[in-house]
Protein backbone atom coordinates (compact mmCIF):
# COMPACT_ATOMS: atom_id res chain seq x y z
CA UNK A 1 0.00 0.00 0.00
CA UNK A 2 1.10 3.48 -1.04
CA UNK A 3 0.27 6.39 1.33
CA UNK A 4 -0.19 10.27 0.27
CA UNK A 5 -0.08 11.95 3.18
CA UNK A 6 -1.42 15.70 2.67
CA UNK A 7 -0.17 17.87 5.98
CA UNK A 8 -1.96 21.42 6.77
CA UNK A 9 -0.44 23.70 8.82
CA UNK A 10 -1.68 24.21 11.84
CA UNK A 11 0.09 27.38 13.16
CA UNK A 12 1.31 30.46 10.92
CA UNK A 13 4.03 29.71 8.25
CA UNK A 14 6.65 31.72 10.55
CA UNK A 15 6.46 29.53 13.09
CA UNK A 16 6.15 26.78 10.97
CA UNK A 17 8.95 27.80 9.37
CA UNK A 18 11.45 27.13 12.73
CA UNK A 19 11.05 23.79 12.82
CA UNK A 20 11.25 23.13 8.81
CA UNK A 21 15.03 22.76 9.45
CA UNK A 22 14.29 19.27 11.06
CA UNK A 23 11.10 18.47 9.38
CA UNK A 24 13.57 18.48 5.86
CA UNK A 25 15.92 16.57 7.70
CA UNK A 26 13.27 14.10 8.48
CA UNK A 27 12.39 13.90 5.31
CA UNK A 28 16.08 12.70 4.08
CA UNK A 29 16.04 9.88 6.49
CA UNK A 30 12.91 8.66 4.98
CA UNK A 31 13.85 8.82 1.62
CA UNK A 32 17.54 7.80 2.58
CA UNK A 33 15.78 4.71 4.70
CA UNK A 34 13.30 4.08 1.23
CA UNK A 35 10.48 4.51 3.09
CA UNK A 36 9.50 8.05 1.27
CA UNK A 37 9.48 8.86 -3.10
CA UNK A 38 8.43 12.25 -3.21
CA UNK A 39 7.67 15.15 -0.66
CA UNK A 40 7.11 19.00 -1.11
CA UNK A 41 5.47 22.12 0.16
CA UNK A 42 1.85 22.81 -1.73
CA UNK A 43 2.12 25.61 -4.15
CA UNK A 44 -0.40 27.43 -1.49
CA UNK A 45 1.85 26.89 1.22
CA UNK A 46 -0.92 25.67 3.40
CA UNK A 47 0.93 22.30 4.24
CA UNK A 48 3.14 19.65 2.27
CA UNK A 49 2.02 16.21 0.14
CA UNK A 50 4.37 13.41 0.62
CA UNK A 51 4.19 10.32 -1.12
CA UNK A 52 5.36 6.85 0.88
CA UNK A 53 6.77 3.83 -0.69
CA UNK A 54 4.88 0.33 -0.26
CA UNK A 55 4.42 0.50 2.97
CA UNK A 56 2.05 -1.07 5.47
CA UNK A 57 -0.31 1.79 7.33
CA UNK A 58 0.97 0.64 10.84
CA UNK A 59 4.41 1.59 9.77
CA UNK A 60 3.65 4.76 8.18
CA UNK A 61 1.64 6.03 11.43
CA UNK A 62 4.42 5.07 13.53
CA UNK A 63 6.69 7.08 10.51
CA UNK A 64 4.14 9.89 10.86
CA UNK A 65 4.56 10.09 14.68
CA UNK A 66 8.39 11.17 14.60
CA UNK A 67 7.90 13.91 12.21
CA UNK A 68 8.99 17.16 14.11
CA UNK A 69 6.04 18.97 12.34
CA UNK A 70 3.77 16.71 14.32
CA UNK A 71 5.99 17.21 17.54
CA UNK A 72 6.07 20.56 17.36
CA UNK A 73 1.92 20.22 16.82
CA UNK A 74 2.33 22.36 13.44
CA UNK A 75 0.43 20.61 10.96
CA UNK A 76 -2.33 17.88 10.95
CA UNK A 77 -1.71 14.94 8.53
CA UNK A 78 -4.54 12.95 6.27
CA UNK A 79 -3.04 9.96 5.01
CA UNK A 80 -4.55 8.60 1.78
CA UNK A 81 -3.77 5.00 1.03
CA UNK A 82 -3.90 3.25 -2.20
CA UNK A 83 -2.87 0.17 -4.27
CA UNK A 84 -0.76 1.23 -6.94
CA UNK A 85 -2.11 -1.18 -9.48
CA UNK A 86 -0.43 0.25 -12.57
CA UNK A 87 2.92 2.46 -12.19
CA UNK A 88 5.79 3.80 -14.27
CA UNK A 89 8.50 0.83 -15.16
CA UNK A 90 11.21 0.35 -12.40
CA UNK A 91 8.51 1.47 -9.38
Same mark, same amino acid.
Given at each position: ?18 ? %????? &??? &? ?5 ? %? ?8 ? /? ?25 ? /???? &??? %????? /??? %?????
Amino acid at each position: MFHVLNLTYTQPIEIVDKV %RPAHI &EWI &EQQIAAG %RMLLAGRKES /ATGGVLITTDLPTEEVDAMVATDPYRL /ADVA &EYE %RIGFA /ANL %RAPGL
